[in-house]
């Protein structure tokens, strides 16, 4: 199996029961048969993109909240605090009384780490022109601490428009790269797809694709 891609309109989570069909907003995916396959694919891809969104942020949150001693959040804060780098941020959110953390990560895709993006889902990789707040990032993204969710990555693409998230998937049977922006960023990200002579498919035929 070669990698293949899926281009729709709207906001459609590969694993997302709800999905959001909104002409504002577009999902890339790439689908191939194992993680490592569709990493190669996304990274192709990503190199192509690299001079408009040099920017390259991983987030994710850690735990729900619910710790059964003062030491065992200690030890989690250690643990995090362990973990960051200079302009890495990892914070508290206060309402909840869970943590996550944003780590800056390589500008040039096949220098980044990929453990944590394989190990979950929940996971998100995000692709930005310039440098916003990191703290007023680390607080828009507080949205997805509890889940990422087709309402929550919506409501962030409409506060980030310039932002490409990247989610990834694997499975027994198959692996996924996906790209969810607003429209308007759309043409370019198909441009570099089309670039690495990746075959396009549609939804309907996903099925066969992945079970030839």
Known sequence: MKTA???????????G???IDDSQFS???????DFR???DSW????????????IKREWRSIGWGDFYSRTEEYLLKKELAGQIKNGDLFGKNDSTNIYSIIKNIPTLPRDITNSALEGSSETILIMQKSVPSIEQLWTDMTIFEK???TKNIKTFLEIHPQTVLCRFFDSETHAA???ISMIDVQEKLVSAIQKNEIREIT???VYSYIHT
Do not use: S
């Not at 999902?27 to 048969?33: Q, V």
């Not at 990274?43 to 040099?54: G, I, K």
């Open 5 to 15: 891609y899926i281009n729709e309109t709207g906001v459609k989570p590969w694993n």
């Open 17 to 19: 029961v709800e999905q």
């Open 27 to 33: 999902t890339l995916t790439l689908i191939d048969h």
């Open 37 to 39: 396959c569709v990493w």
């Open 43 to 54: 990274c192709n891809v990503a190199e192509c993109l690299v001079e408009e969104w040099p």
């Open 147 to 149: 889940k990422v969710t």
């Open 177 to 179: 790269a996906q790209f």
């Open 203 to 205: 939804q309907r035929e």
